[in-house]
């Protein structure tokens, strides 16, 4: 299921990648600074917030589907600037179909499932990126970075345990 989607996914991406830059002048994919950390922490807070929460809080599956929805609008606005010629349509496009992983992931009761997967993809393109220079990438953390790192891991270790415990009430009910 997960080479599924994400296969669809870059299909997508790649189909309308073209097509942007056809349509759109002088179009330049979106590139964020990004760190490692930052990367693989996105799997746990972007799943539980988007995902798990209004899967276990709320309980409809419409409403975990508008939590992904919101969720997949928000990866065009990956840039820094919000212009037409610069927001992140790759990154929007590959994300539709991973919509619909993460929604029957959650749905099934498997959400720790989509936030490996998620960390993982993450940190699997990350690296790659790093390698083929499509992505700037350093080692060592400064500054904000430290600041933003250590925040990221902290909101993902918060979410994980609020999540696990919202999964053990939820059993416990049955």
Same mark, same amino acid.
């Given at each position: ?9 870059? @299909? ?5 990648? &073209?097509?942007?830059?056809? !349509?759109?002048?002088?179009?330049? #994919?979106? $590139? ?7 990367? /693989? ?7 539980? /917030?988007?995902?798990?929460?209004? &899967?276990? %809080?709320?309980?409809?599956? =419409? !409403?975990? /589907? ?26 929007? @496009?590959?994300?539709?179909?991973? =919509? &619909? &992983?993460?929604?029957? +992931? ?9 936030? @490996?997967?998620? $960390? ?6 990350? +690296? ?5 220079? #499509?992505?700037?990438?350093? !080692? ?12 990221? %891991? ?9 999540? $696990?415990? @919202?999964?053990?009430?939820? !059993?416990?009910?049955?």
């Amino acid at each position: 299921m997960l080479l599924f989607y994400h296969g669809i996914g870059i @299909l997508i991406l790649v189909i309308g990648t &073209f097509i942007i830059e056809r !349509i759109v002048p002088e179009y330049q #994919e979106a $590139s964020v600074p990004l760190s490692i950390i930052s990367v /693989l922490a996105a799997g746990p807070i972007e799943e539980i /917030l988007f995902f798990g929460l209004p &899967f276990y %809080v709320l309980g409809h599956h =419409l !409403i975990v /589907l508008a939590g992904g929805i919101v969720w997949v609008m928000l990866h065009i606005l990956n840039t820094d600037t919000l212009e037409l010629g610069t927001l992140s349509y790759a990154n929007w @496009l590959f994300v539709i179909p991973s =919509l &619909f &992983f993460s929604l029957r +992931t959650w749905i099934s009761g498997k959400g720790w499932f989509a936030i @490996l997967t998620h $960390s993982a993809w993450n940190g699997i393109f990350f +690296t790659l990126g790093c390698a083929v220079g #499509e992505v700037s990438c350093s !080692i060592s953390l400064q500054g904000n970075d430290i600041l933003a790192s250590i925040n990221s %891991v902290g909101l993902s270790a918060i979410l994980i345990g609020l999540i $696990s415990v @919202l999964y053990k009430r939820k !059993i416990n009910r049955k």
